[in-house]
Antibody
Framework: EVQLVETGGGLIQPGGSLRLSCAASGFTVSSNYMTWVRQAPGKGLEWVSVIYRGGSTYYADSVKGRFTISRDNSKNTLYLQMNSLRAEDTAVYYC???????????????WGQGTLVTVSS | QTVVTQEPSFSVSPGGTVTLTCGLSSGSVSTSYYPSWYQQTPGQAPRTLIYSTNTRSSGVPDRFSGSILGNKAALTIAGAQADDESDYYCVLYMGSGISVFGTGTKVTVL
C-alpha cells in the first residue's frame, strides 16, 4: 500500500527551528517528485515546496530562504527543515507524492495525514 | 502574486448538480495549467478527485467531472450526496516548479 506518514510537528517559539519528516512506504521517494503543502487553522491549503527526482527544489515566496526541502534515500524519507519560524507558519503540514501528467504538469497523490506545527511564545 | 479564485461556498440539494469554478486573478485557465481538484472534510487529509483537467482519480465516482468552462477550470458534482459535503480545492500548475492552490469552496448538501 502506498502511504505517507508525517512526524515532527509541535510547539515552537518564534524564531526557532523544526524539522518535519515524511516516511514513505509502497514507493521510492527518490524516484518521484515530492511536495509539502500546509493549512493554517481554519484556512485553505497552501503549496509550500517541491523536490524533483534530480534534486532541484522550489519554494513558495512565503517560505523561500527559511525552509529547505530534502530527502534521505536510504530512509525513503522526505524532510522539511523550517528555520526562523513565524506565527504565520502555524499550520498542519502535509506531504504528498507528485504524479506527472501527460505533459509538464502534475498532481498530488497520495497525501499524508499531516502534522501540526504551532509557532507561539 | 498569482491568486487562484474559487467561490467561497455553494449549497446544493441532495440529488442536485453544482459546478464549482477555478479562475485566475489575471488571465484565463486552460488545460496548460493541468488543473486538479481535491476534496477535504474537516480534520482529514485532502483526497484527489480530478487531475489533468478531467481525469478522475482511482475510485472517484463518476458523478464528479472536470472541465474547462469559458476561462475557468470547473468541477461538476452531479447527483450530489450527503457525503459530498466538504471543502473543495483546485490546484494550478504555474510552471518552473510552482503550484498554486485555489481559495477553496465549501459545499453544503441540504
Amino acid at each position: 500500500e502506498v502511504q505517507l506518514v508525517e512526524t515532527g510537528g509541535g510547539l515552537i517559539q518564534p524564531g526557532g527551528s523544526l524539522r518535519l519528516s515524511c516516511a514513505a512506504s509502497g514507493f521510492t521517494v527518490s524516484s518521484n517528485y515530492m511536495t509539502w503543502v500546509r493549512q493554517a487553522p481554519g484556512k485553505g491549503l497552501e503549496w509550500v515546496s517541491v523536490i524533483y527526482r534530480g534534486g532541484s527544489t522550489y519554494y513558495a515566496d512565503s517560505v523561500k530562504g527559511r525552509f529547505t526541502i530534502s530527502r534521505d534515500n536510504s530512509k525513503n524519507t522526505l524532510y522539511l527543515q523550517m528555520n526562523s519560524l513565524r506565527a504565520e507558519d502555524t499550520a498542519v503540514y502535509y506531504c504528498a507524492r507528485v504524479l506527472p501528467a501527460v505533459g509538464p504538469g502534475w498532481w498530488f497523490d497520495p497525501w499524508g495525514q499531516g502534522t501540526l506545527v504551532t509557532v507561539s511564545s | 502574486q498569482t491568486v487562484v479564485t474559487q467561490e467561497p461556498s455553494f449549497s446544493v440539494s441532495p440529488g442536485g448538480t453544482v459546478t464549482l469554478t477555478c479562475g485566475l486573478s489575471s488571465g484565463s485557465v486552460s488545460t496548460s495549467y493541468y488543473p486538479s481538484w481535491y476534496q477535504q472534510t474537516p480534520g482529514q487529509a485532502p483526497r484527489t478527485l480530478i487531475y489533468s483537467t478531467n481525469t478522475r482519480s482511482s475510485g472517484v465516482p463518476d458523478r464528479f467531472s472536470g472541465s474547462i468552462l469559458g476561462n475557468k477550470a470547473a468541477l461538476t458534482i452531479a447527483g450530489a450526496q450527503a457525503d459530498d459535503e466538504s471543502d473543495y480545492y483546485c490546484v494550478l500548475y504555474m510552471g518552473s516548479g510552482i503550484s498554486v492552490f485555489g481559495t477553496g469552496t465549501k459545499v453544503t448538501v441540504l
